[in-house]
């Protein structure tokens, strides 16, 4: 997992490993992101996943190795 | 030249890459800190950081938007990441076309889906330490 900005300051860490079963999907990994760190809840839904660099939707399914990137609301310029 | 880079940007650099003898017309936008924030607070400085791998790979597909667009123009971008002071340049982008239209057309469509798509966020320093994360979802003409 990467997590940027505002995400990235409410996280202990900006690059962390997650452990999801099998068949789990994006909308997995944020339900376990949203248990262990509830400080999330106010920006989940502003917050967009890039899976492999690809903006990717929550019913996408995950496979081992992904790389899952939390995008807040863009601010650059 | 489209890049994601720490160190401060030279917006010669960007024109020289473009100028090849063909285009006639070179517009260049620069994105620069200032002082106060759009509520009017002094602003101390700035700070940016990049998902650097996407947001070039954004940078890549607006510059090939442009092309379809506006048509023989070449576009170059470069983003700031890091601490910023009052007035230094955060980004910079410049195209290149035949005729001085395009080149204009072109520079505004790059510096405004920029803002709109690239994952690069920004942070705004106050004098008193504290800090806010700007997002752009409310564009300033």
New interface residues.
């Given amino acids: 997992m990467?997590a940027?900005?505002?995400v990235?300051e409410l996280l202990p860490e900006s690059d962390f490993a997650l452990d999801l079963g099998d068949g789990s999907r994006i909308r997995d990994a944020w339900a376990i992101l949203a248990r262990d760190f509830p400080a999330l809840s106010d920006v989940a839904a502003s917050t967009r996943t890039?899976r492999n660099?690809?903006v990717a939707s929550l019913d996408e399914a995950l496979c081992d190795g992904d790389e899952l990137?939390l995008?807040?609301?863009?601010?650059?310029? | 030249m489209l890049k994601v880079t720490r160190d401060p940007i030279d917006p010669r650099a960007l024109e020289g890459v473009l100028q090849d003898g063909e285009s006639g017309g070179v517009v260049t936008f620069l994105?620069v800190v200032r002082a106060r924030a759009g509520d009017g607070r002094p602003v101390d400085g700035l700070e940016?950081?990049?998902?650097e791998?996407?947001?070039l790979?954004e940078f890549e597909r607006i510059a090939q938007e442009a092309r379809e667009r506006f048509g023989d123009v070449r576009v170059a971008i470069v983003?700031r990441t890091g601490e910023l002071r009052i007035g230094e340049v955060?980004?910079a982008v410049a195209a290149a076309a035949v005729h001085r239209k395009a080149a204009f057309d072109a520079c505004a469509y790059a510096?405004d889906e920029?803002?709109?798509?690239?994952?690069?966020?920004?942070?705004e320093r106050y004098a008193d330490g504290s800090g806010e994360?700007?997002?752009?979802?409310t564009l300033h003409p």
């Fill in positions: 990467l940027f900005a505002r990235r890039a660099g690809r990137a995008l807040p609301p863009v601010g650059g310029g | 994105g940016y950081e990049a998902f791998p996407m947001a790979a983003h955060a980004v510096i920029v803002k709109r798509r690239a994952p690069i966020w920004k942070k994360w700007k997002t752009n979802e």
